[in-house]
């Protein structure tokens, strides 16, 4: 158990529940089952016969299974089919455990593990029956090597020490919300007698997770609080007023309103924790450059953490023409308030990387845009006040506490993320971060157009897409075309890997250099076009970046290198190839790179898949909404929120096995107001021992040191 499914103890075993529960009187659908996956069927025998094969050397034993709803072939081979061949007689109902084959096109389980339910002889037959005596059979989550009825065997065996199981909820809530005791739901959720039995244990075992998950975060959060920090005011007639003062535009009442909660911050005395959400374009980075500004004015210095060299370029090319003047420091035509913008990246030559090192140790930097290069031990800061981190689930946990580690007093912290997420998995993810969002456009930006082109039902609509982008091109405008691959023989495993995976689909991804030629050939003929991908030489994506930015360059044909940062207002629009193979998120935040300027954006979404797969159905809900918090709940939703909670995480044991972060919104932000309430009484939790207990199993020692990291 421990070796296949990570359950070490007893209560690691309770806590395995179980996935669905088939019903004595009704048959699971065999109709549906999926192809190459470890299932757990209860059915009955329709019919059983021997074959003699090679010439009478061989036989095979094969029965055939119904539930009414389909049938499911079994077979056996060899020596093996003794057994069940007197076990198997028609009419007999069982349990059947197998990986879902395919052979004659007819669907099949080959020398499945069965368990027989009734019927059958002797006592191995009537335990059966007896073990399985409740209306509600469980199905566990189980592995080829552990069936679903030996994990519940095991269940059985550890059931009574149920009884003795720690109740983390405190009693007060537990009542005053009317749950079940824990030992109750462990049994009723194991051994239900009836549906409502499943329910209420849910309901208790729902609240369990939330709870603990929140109480884990509020006492983050609560430590923090106890922290020290220097506070950050802004001076006035300062830097920050002197930018403000040349701004060619007002801010948004939303860039506004999340200033004030980041100033309000940068003036307490314990480190700022602030999760900034917005859309793309919304103006996070505006919001971002004013707090750091506010913090050169208090003597601190700020750093900008970027996920890619492509994007901290570009942010210190924005910044430093943002400011204009303000920016050169020390130098002729330089303003009296003005600072040092320095960047660092793991690519600069020798002698400019010594200057921006030096700049940063003796303070005359005050705001650094790097990669990982700024985490190196080598880098040391005069005064470190404030940590921005661009695109936050591109960042190791690790790597944000080495930056932290920087400062004589850890420094504040600003988070940015231009992937909108729900409420809900914000809490639950970030709980530890107070989140503000910004959820209005800037004016000027225009709206983008999106459909969805159906590459193989109606290849005349690809044409048209090209056209479209001639069209644009004509108009003085410039476009991408996104590819899920580069190509050329370098490719990547991954890439060998996926196109081994599609199989099925009878071809690899699109790729970036064929599209870029069969497109420089065909129907973008005469146009510039460029390509972009990740492996080029830093310089060389530097390069074609720049020179798409100063309108060189027609049409950039890239990989998802563009999806976060880049900002060119004259590219209007995006043609997405393969774009079922990207997920709902990514397609939103690569639109984002069109329509920032004046002109209106188009972003066509190129697919060969089906009119009626899922995939499609993706693509037609990114085409219907602008709204990436809308967008984020339909991929949860389609995703689960497994990896959600596990990558951002991994801290909190991939984790939730009753709980679903989109259903369950309100039990999550009753839970955190709860937990809120009980830690800032009693933050080290002295008057509940048990809720101690469950905190302490679900974070053991490196998940609590991972928490601590942030």
């Known amino acids: 158990?421990?070796?296949?499914?990570?359950?070490?103890?007893?209560?690691?075993?309770?806590?395995?529940?179980?996935?669905?529960?088939?019903?004595?009187?009704?048959?699971?659908?065999?109709?549906?089952?999926?192809?190459?996956?470890?299932?757990?069927?209860?059915?009955?025998?329709?019919?059983?016969?021997?074959?003699?094969?090679?010439?009478?050397?061989?036989?095979?034993?094969?029965?055939?299974?119904?539930?009414?709803?389909?049938?499911?072939?079994?077979?056996?081979?060899?020596?093996?089919?003794?057994?069940?061949?007197?076990?198997?007689?028609?009419?007999?109902?069982?349990?059947?455990?197998?990986?879902?084959?395919?052979?004659?096109?007819?669907?099949?389980?080959?020398?499945?593990?069965?368990?027989?339910?009734?019927?059958?002889?002797?006592?191995?037959?009537?335990?059966?029956?007896?073990?399985?005596?409740?209306?509600?059979?469980?199905?566990?989550?189980?592995?080829?090597?552990?069936?679903?009825?030996?994990?519940?065997?095991?269940?059985?065996?550890?059931?009574?020490?149920?009884?003795?199981?720690?109740?983390p909820l405190p009693p007060s809530l537990r009542q005053g919300r009317r749950l079940v005791p824990l030992p109750e739901a462990l049994l009723k959720i194991h051994r239900p007698h009836s549906k409502e039995d499943v329910a209420a244990a849910k309901d208790r075992l729902k609240w369990d997770e939330a709870f603990v998950l929140q109480v884990a975060l509020a006492r983050r959060r609560f430590a923090e609080t106890q922290l020290?920090?220097?506070?950050?005011?802004?001076?006035?007639?300062?830097?920050?007023?002197?930018?403000?003062?040349?701004?060619?535009?007002?801010?948004?009442?939303?860039?506004?309103?999340?200033?004030?909660?980041?100033?309000?911050?940068?003036?307490?005395?314990?480190?700022?924790?602030?999760?900034?959400?917005?859309?793309?374009?919304?103006?996070?980075?505006?919001?971002?450059?004013?707090?750091?500004?506010?913090?050169?004015?208090?003597?601190g210095q700020a750093a900008m953490l970027a996920p890619t060299e492509v994007l901290a370029q570009q942010h210190h090319r924005s910044i430093t023409e943002m400011m204009g003047e303000l920016a050169e420091s020390g130098m002729l035509g330089g303003s009296e308030h003005a600072t040092k913008i320095v960047l660092l990246t793991g690519s600069m030559g020798a002698a400019a990387r010594r200057q921006a090192l030096l700049d940063l140790a003796t303070g005359e930097a005050g705001i650094v845009i790097g990669t990982h290069a700024l985490i190196e031990d080598k880098v040391q800061f005069h005064d470190l006040g404030l940590v921005v981190v661009d695109e936050q689930h591109r960042f190791g946990v690790e790597q944000r506490d080495a930056l932290r580690g920087k400062g004589k007093q850890p420094p504040h912290l600003l988070v940015m993320t231009a992937t909108p997420i729900p409420r809900t998995v914000a809490m639950t993810v970030f709980g530890d971060l107070e989140t503000s969002v910004l959820d209005q456009l800037p004016a000027g930006r225009s709206p983008i157009a999106t459909h969805v082109v159906p590459a193989a039902d109606k290849p005349h609509f690809l044409a048209r897409a090209w056209e479209r982008v001639r069209e644009e091109?004509?108009?003085?405008?410039?476009?991408?075309?996104?590819?899920?691959?580069?190509?050329?023989?370098?490719?990547?495993?991954?890439?060998?890997?996926?196109?081994?995976?599609?199989?099925?689909?009878?071809?690899?991804?699109?790729?970036?250099?064929?599209?870029?030629?069969?497109?420089?050939?065909?129907?973008?003929?005469?146009?510039?076009?460029?390509?972009?991908?990740?492996?080029?030489?830093?310089?060389?994506?530097?390069?074609?970046?720049?020179?798409?930015?100063?309108?060189?360059?027609?049409?950039?044909?890239?990989?998802?290198?563009?999806?976060?940062?880049?900002?060119?207002?004259?590219?209007?629009?995006?043609?997405?190839?393969?774009?079922?193979?990207?997920?709902?998120?990514?397609?939103?935040?690569?639109?984002?790179?069109?329509?920032?300027?004046?002109?209106?954006?188009?972003?066509?979404?190129?697919?060969?898949?089906?009119?009626?797969?899922?995939?499609?159905?993706?693509?037609?809900?990114?085409?219907?909404?602008?709204?990436?918090?809308?967008?984020?709940?339909?991929?949860?939703?389609q995703r689960r929120e497994g990896d959600v909670l596990g990558q951002a995480q991994s801290g909190v044991r991939s984790s939730l096995r009753v709980l679903a972060v989109i259903d369950d919104e309100e039990i999550i932000a009753e839970a955190r107001e709860e937990a809120v309430r009980i830690v800032s009484a009693d933050p080290e939790l002295t008057g509940l021992p048990a809720l101690r207990t469950a905190l302490d199993a679900l974070l053991d020692k490196d998940r609590e040191e991972y928490l601590d990291k942030g």
């Open 1 to 167: 158990m421990a070796e296949h499914l990570d359950l070490h103890t007893v209560g690691d075993l309770l806590h395995h529940y179980p996935r669905r529960y088939a019903e004595r009187g009704e048959l699971t659908t065999l109709s549906d089952l999926p192809l190459d996956e470890h299932v757990t069927v209860v059915a009955q025998v329709a019919s059983a016969r021997v074959l003699k094969f090679n010439g009478g050397r061989g036989q095979r034993l094969e029965v055939t299974i119904t539930d009414g709803s389909g049938q499911l072939q079994l077979v056996f081979f060899g020596r093996g089919i003794h057994k069940p061949h007197q076990d198997l007689l028609p009419g007999t109902r069982a349990m059947f455990a197998g990986k879902v084959s395919a052979f004659n096109r007819k669907l099949q389980l080959a020398h499945p593990a069965y368990q027989l339910l009734r019927g059958g002889s002797g006592a191995e037959a009537e335990d059966a029956v007896e073990s399985w005596a409740g209306a509600l059979i469980p199905i566990y989550p189980a592995t080829a090597k552990l069936e679903s009825w030996k994990i519940a065997k095991a269940v059985d065996a550890v059931l009574p020490s149920a009884q003795d199981a720690v109740d």
């Open 228 to 299: 020290p920090a220097a506070p950050r005011r802004p001076t006035e007639d300062g830097l920050l007023d002197a930018f403000d003062a040349k701004l060619p535009f007002t801010l948004t009442d939303g860039q506004q309103r999340v200033s004030k909660e980041i100033f309000d911050d940068l003036a307490t005395e314990h480190p700022m924790h602030r999760l900034l959400q917005g859309e793309v374009g919304s103006g996070k980075t505006m919001v971002a450059l004013r707090a750091m500004l506010a913090v050169v004015d208090a003597e």
């Open 473 to 637: 091109v004509e108009n003085g405008h410039q476009a991408y075309v996104v590819c899920p691959r580069i190509g050329d023989d370098l490719d990547d495993k991954s890439a060998k890997k996926k196109s081994a995976e599609d199989e099925a689909e009878k071809r690899p991804p699109l790729a970036v250099v064929e599209v870029a030629e069969q497109l420089t050939a065909g129907p973008l003929k005469g146009l510039r076009v460029e390509v972009l991908h990740g492996r080029m030489a830093p310089e060389d994506k530097d390069a074609v970046m720049r020179a798409f930015a100063a309108g060189e360059v027609d049409v950039l044909v890239a990989t998802t290198v563009i999806e976060v940062g880049v900002n060119v207002p004259n590219a209007t629009a995006m043609v997405i190839m393969d774009a079922d193979r990207f997920g709902v998120s990514q397609l939103h935040q690569l639109r984002g790179r069109v329509g920032r300027g004046s002109a209106p954006g188009l972003c066509l979404l190129v697919s060969e898949m089906p009119e009626a797969s899922p995939a499609r159905a993706r693509l037609g809900a990114v085409a219907a909404t602008l709204d990436g918090f809308e967008l984020s709940r339909i991929d949860l939703e």
